[in-house]
């Protein structure tokens, strides 16, 4: 008899933890973050580069799953996303002569390399819930809870047997004012980290129905902390096989994401 009040006392406090676990499906978008841009060769001052603050447009769909564990106003997270990139986006302005060195002072070519390097993300989070708003007719049922997201991501990254610059583009050839034919060729690259991490922090906006949470919004800032990949310019002066300069932008990993998850709580 004890032995059965012990199982029954297990399952029922595993039926409990299992009201407060989530599945969590989400989709989602982001927003890039530039994190520096390559110096200008000094050989030639009209050369300008520079690289969007926040780039959006060009990030894939990301695509995952979070297993969520609800304790008062504590929300544990782990899980994984799919589609996630470090994203580059590199533009370069330069002068190109037209009958005469001097007639024209006029950026006349520009040159735009987005370079994006795959990334298998884990995330970790900690969610504190900061308020809820309730129903007027309902007082004790919630229709939206607004929650602190605090956590970090566990960055894997596959750069063994893939060349630090790839993905070349070319954008034809070019005389310059000085005479010089350069031949500006567009690459994606990485730094050979195959594994890094980054920070969160931002707000959750869960909305309930009948008390129990059905959609979920997450808008947050993620700070990545070393350079992962890189979108770069060389420019071959001359001869095609020397790279004569070039510019480049790296890549922490750094976004604004905006998602949405759809709970499904385990009763």
């Given amino acids: 008899m ?20 989530s599945f969590t499906p989400f989709i989602g978008i982001k927003a890039e973050i530039g994190t520096g841009e390559g110096a200008q060769n000094e050989d030639y001052a009209y050369f300008k580069s520079f690289t969007p603050r926040i780039h959006v447009g060009l990030s894939p769909v990301l695509l995952g799953v979070n297993l969520e564990y609800l304790k008062n106003k504590n929300l544990y997270s782990l899980g994984i996303v799919h589609g996630d990139q470090a994203n580059s986006t590199l533009r370069v302005e330069y002068f190109e002569p037209f009958d005469s060195p001097y007639l024209s002072y006029k950026f006349n070519r520009r040159l735009t390399n987005y370079a994006g390097y795959n990334v298998f993300k ?17 007082r004790e049922d919630k229709i939206m809870s607004v929650r602190l997201n605090t956590g970090m991501n566990l960055l894997f990254l596959r750069t063994k047997g893939i060349p630090v ?8 050839s070019s005389i310059t004012l000085l005479g010089d034919t350069l031949y500006p ?17 931002g707000l959750d906006f869960d909305f309930y129905v009948k008390n129990k949470r059905r959609f979920n919004l997450q808008l947050y ?8 990949a890189q979108a770069a310019i ?34």
């Fill in 122 to 138: 884990v995330p970790i989070s900690y969610k504190r819930e900061l308020f809820t708003i309730k129903s007027k007719a309902q």
């Fill in 234 to 267: 060389l420019f071959y002066k001359d001869n095609p096989d020397f790279a004569w300069g070039g510019f480049a932008t790296t890549s922490r990993g750094s976004s604004i994401h905006f998602k949405l998850g759809f709970p499904i709580n385990f009763d």
């Fill in 185 to 201: 060729v567009g690459y994606s690259g990485h730094y050979n980290r195959s594994f890094s991490i980054s920070f969160n922090l």
């Fill in 2 to 21: 004890k032995k059965l009040l012990a199982v029954l006392f297990v399952i029922s406090a595993l039926a409990l933890q299992a009201q407060k676990l």
């Fill in 221 to 228: 800032f993620e700070q990545g902390t070393y350079k992962i």
């Fill in 165 to 172: 610059l790839q993905n070349p583009i070319s954008y034809g």
